[in-house]
């Protein structure tokens, strides 16, 4: 079980593969669940693999995406290869404007309801 509380500490996802690293900005636990999350200096751009390959790994329920666009919730979907396999994978992305990175626990706890 996950503690209930935000921890404090930031902690980063890091894999290191032979051919290609994968790295996330922040993964955090809040509401029971482990959040990854990733930061985006501008508009929603680029292609989110570093973000898919934990979501393949690990069993999240959802991800979160800052950036400077509007808020919104996506399905995404997307295969990334594990083992030279590849995997389908599906999440919902919420994408949140920087400016509500303080408001992150009511928007979690707003979305699990």
Do not use: C
């Not at 955090?28 to 482990?34: S, V, Y």
């Not at 919104?72 to 590849?86: D, E, P, S």
Request: charged letters at 20%; hydrophobic letters at 40%; a neutral charge.
């Amino acid at each position: 079980m996950l503690a209930e509380t935000p921890n404090r500490e930031l902690t980063y996802w890091l894999r290191e593969g032979r051919s290609s690293n994968a790295e996330l900005d922040f993964v955090i636990a809040l509401e029971g669940n482990l959040i990854p999350i990733e930061v985006k200096s501008g508009a929603t751009t680029g292609s989110l693999k570093s973000l898919h390959q934990f979501m393949g790994s690990i069993q999240a329920t959802f991800a979160i995406r800052f950036d400077t666009s509007l808020p919104t919730v996506n399905q995404l979907n997307a295969v990334i290869h594990i083992n030279k396999q590849r995997k389908p994978i599906s999440y919902p992305l919420i994408s949140l404007s920087l400016y509500l990175v303080e408001q992150l626990s009511e928007v979690v706890k707003s979305y699990l309801e």
